[in-house]
T-cell receptor
Framework: SQTIHQWPATLVQPVGSPLSLECTVE??????LYWYRQAAGRGLQLLFYSVGIGQISSEVPQNLSASRPQDRQFILSSKKLLLSDSGFYLCAWSANRGPFTEAFFGQGTRLTVV | KQEVTQIPAALSVPEGENLVLNCSFTDSAIYNLQWFRQDPGKGLTSLLLIQSSQREQTSGRLNASLDKSSGRSTLYIAASQPGDSATYLC???????????FGAGTRLTVKP
């Protein structure tokens, strides 16, 4: 069966510090991968998605970036965090076969920038 | 642009009640619709996926219906339990089918 792992679960970082959140998927190959952010009391906002290694699409201009160094690994990064980067970050995957299929989410990372 | 709306934003019911959560979307040309559950501070758990060719899907006490032409879906929860307390989100594929558009969710509280 497929599983998705996301870490760390919580993170407190000072303004201006770098960020690296990691997500890995097991039990499937060539998945579509996604990073979402959920602000308090608001819906989920898509940040990045990837349909293959090295293929990253960004939905929202920001100081965050994403990379996919391996087929089932998706990394969210920042060189310098802002206070506004605080939020709940979720990684997700879906099968890469035609129109958007069922999506599965990790347990999320709570990021607090202080 | 696909917009997803969920009503009500919050709902509180006594244990044992049957209840309905609503989801509406603006673009009816969707391939599927997915319902999720989110517990506080946790990720999303997939509950049901309805394909565009289906009118409903059932899993245990949950039944989700889909009316594409009217841009609506409902999630029916039978005999609610305190353990059902969570936020329920619906999502549909975006116009380019590369991701999903989410509603803001309905926060459900089932009181013992």
């Amino acid at each position: 069966s497929q599983t998705i792992h996301q870490w760390p679960a919580t993170l407190v970082q000072p303004v201006g510090s770098p960020l690296s959140l990691e997500c890995t998927v097991e039990g499937t190959s060539n998945p579509n991968l996604y990073w979402y952010r959920q602000a308090a009391g608001r819906g989920l906002q898509l940040l990045f998605y990837s349909v293959g290694i090295g293929q990253i699409s960004s939905e929202v201009p920001q100081n965050l970036s994403a990379s996919r160094p391996q087929d089932r690994q998706f990394i969210l990064s920042s060189k310098k965090l802002l206070l506004s980067d605080s939020g709940f970050y979720l990684c997700a995957w879906s099968a890469n076969r035609g129109p958007f299929t069922e999506a599965f989410f990790g347990q999320g990372t709570r990021l607090t920038v202080v | 642009k696909q917009e997803v709306t969920q009503i009500p934003a919050a709902l509180s019911v006594p244990e044992g009640e049957n209840l309905v959560l609503n989801c509406s979307f603006t673009d009816s040309a969707i391939y599927n619709l997915q319902w999720f559950r989110q517990d506080p501070g946790k990720g999303l758990t997939s509950l049901l996926l309805i394909q565009s060719s289906q009118r409903e899907q059932t899993s245990g006490r949950l039944n989700a219906s889909l009316d594409k032409s009217s841009g609506r879906s409902t999630l029916y929860i039978a005999a609610s339990q305190p353990g059902d307390s969570a936020t329920y989100l619906c999502a549909v594929p975006s116009y380019n089918n590369n991701d999903m558009r989410f509603g803001a969710g309905t926060r459900l509280t089932v009181k013992p």
